[in-house]
Nanobody, 125 residues
Framework: VQLQASGGGLVQAGESLTLSCAAS????????VAWFRQAPGKEREFIAG????????YYGDSIKGRFTVSRDSAKDTVYLRMNSLEPEDTAVYYC???????????????????WGQGTLVTVSS
């Protein structure tokens, strides 16, 4: 079982980037898929999540209104569209997935059983 996060890179402040998360060895159907990020010296932070079946989405307070999470059922892939990027968004971004995540625990990294390797996003000022 493997999650593959991709799409990271170096961008300038104000630009946009889209990350992708694809799975091999499992399907995202009936799961909650989330994006977390971790900046140097900081805790891993919940960014966004989506419930595959209902398409219900959740967002962390630090990125609300700038980032959008979505999914493509044909490709079994989850995306994170990041607009108006700021230097403070610089971090390694991870995707994670799990079954049976209750609403109150969507933001908790302990709920997620499957993790990708991370993709680095660097935003220059």
């Amino acid at each position: 079982v493997q999650l593959q996060a991709s799409g990271g890179g170096l961008v300038q402040a104000g630009e946009s980037l889209t990350l992708s998360c694809a799975a091999s060895g499992l399907t995202f159907r009936s799961k909650t898929v989330a994006w977390f990020r971790q900046a140097p010296g900081k805790e891993r932070e919940f960014i966004a999540g989506i419930r595959w079946n209902s398409r219900h989405t959740y967002y962390g307070d630090s990125i609300k209104g700038r980032f959008t999470v979505s999914r493509d059922s044909a490709k079994d892939t989850v995306y994170l569209r990041m607009n108006s990027l700021e230097p403070e968004d610089t971090a390694v971004y991870y995707c994670a997935a799990a079954s049976g995540v209750i609403v109150s625990a969507v933001t908790s990294r302990d709920q997620y059983h499957y993790w990708g390797q991370g993709t680095l996003v660097t935003v220059s000022s």
